[in-house]
């Protein structure tokens, strides 16, 4: 079992930056892919950021430019800088780790960003 656990969520006026974190901790043999989910309000949940093993990154186009993913495998840590924030980036930021032996999820950190 893996255990996930994000920090780094808030308040944040438009224009700003956050930095959300997120650690995974347990049977983390064989993680290869770590990223970040964002579900807003009435909205399904949507890719924002992934990165895998090897560095190759994908990002949603909305937050090209503005998001930056990267990670610590030594740690088993993934960061997501975030800039350049816009209100429509307002959501619950969910942690995502696969690894050979499933996909687990942390319990999700919300961000708000006011206009």
């Known amino acids: 079992q893996v255990q996930v656990v994000e920090s780094g969520g808030g308040l944040v006026q438009a224009g700003g930056s956050l930095r959300l974190s997120c650690a995974a901790s347990?049977?983390?043999?064989?993680?290869?892919?770590m990223g970040w989910y964002r579900q807003a309000p009435g909205k399904q949940r949507e890719l924002a950021a992934l990165i895998r093993d090897s560095g190759t990154t994908t990002y949603e186009d909305s937050v090209k430019g503005r998001f930056t993913i990267s990670r610590d495998n030594a740690k088993n840590t993934v960061y997501l800088q975030m800039k350049s924030l816009r209100p429509e980036d307002t959501a619950v930021y969910y942690c995502?780790?696969?690894?050979?032996?499933?996909?687990?999820w942390g319990q999700g950190t919300q961000v708000t960003v006011s206009s």
């Open positions: 347990g049977d983390t043999f064989g993680i290869n892919l």
């Open positions: 995502y780790v696969g690894s050979q032996r499933g996909v687990y």
